[in-house]
């Protein structure tokens, strides 16, 4: 009787050498995401536009090439990503964290504040989209967003902020079956309130605090770790056929 041979690796994950762009790296989520990346073997580009964080962030790890950079500032992405192939030869994947989340009851609400948050949430990720697109080779590559909850729930207060995820969601459907073609998947993910610098103001008002969690099913906030499984997913081989998709990892938040 012959025995099957073990299998030594699955490659289902593995995502070791891969060249990986990450936007909003210097803090929050964006941070938690290199880290784990990093240590499961992929080589990064870090973008933030805060030059000192990023470096601290950067210098923590190994084989990193950094840039301080606005994500709406078309030129700037672009300059960043070529010299980003430069240094690496190529362009595997990209995760875009870039964030801001504006909070404000509609009839109260700056309009530039608006704005700012669509430029950001929106415009941003398309402009980092298709530039990063650009410089995928033939072999394609993948491109992940973060998305959220409120892409699809309807939130007091979040007109800025919701309509720019939903349209970021849309975004990523369009994107995701212009570049089928090219083997580029374009995907999101979508979090439950999760406990970062950019959520910790609001999150200290126990009004805030206690109203977000009510409408958790699992009655908790969600941890940057909690992200880690289906960002590796979507950059590695096992989402080979995952394309145009907003994965809620929310909790059940979703479901009420």
Known sequence: MTSQPEETVDNLFDIRDRVIVVTGAARG???????????????????????GELATTSGRLADTFTRA?????????????????TRFGRID??????????????????????????DVNLTGAFLFSRIVAGAMDESGGRIVHLASVSSRVANLNYAAYASSKAALSQLVRV??????SRNILVNAIGPAVTET???REHLDDPTYRDGALSV?????FGTPEDLFGVVVLLLAPGGGFITGQTIYVDGGRTLV
């Open 29 to 51: 989520l964006g941070q938690a995401i290199a880290n784990c990346l990093a240590r499961r073997g992929a080589r990064l580009a870090l973008y933030d536009r805060d030059a």
């Open 69 to 85: 950079v606005d994500i709406t500032d078309e030129a700037a992405l672009a300059s960043a990503v070529a010299e980003t192939k």
């Open 93 to 118: 994947g990209a995760v875009n964290a870039a964030g801001v989340l504006t909070i404000g009851a509609a009839r109260e609400l700056d309009a530039a504040a608006f704005r700012r948050c669509i």
């Open 175 to 180: 994107l995701a079956r212009e570049w089928a």
């Open 197 to 199: 610098a950019m959520t």
């Open 216 to 220: 958790i099913p699992m009655a908790r």
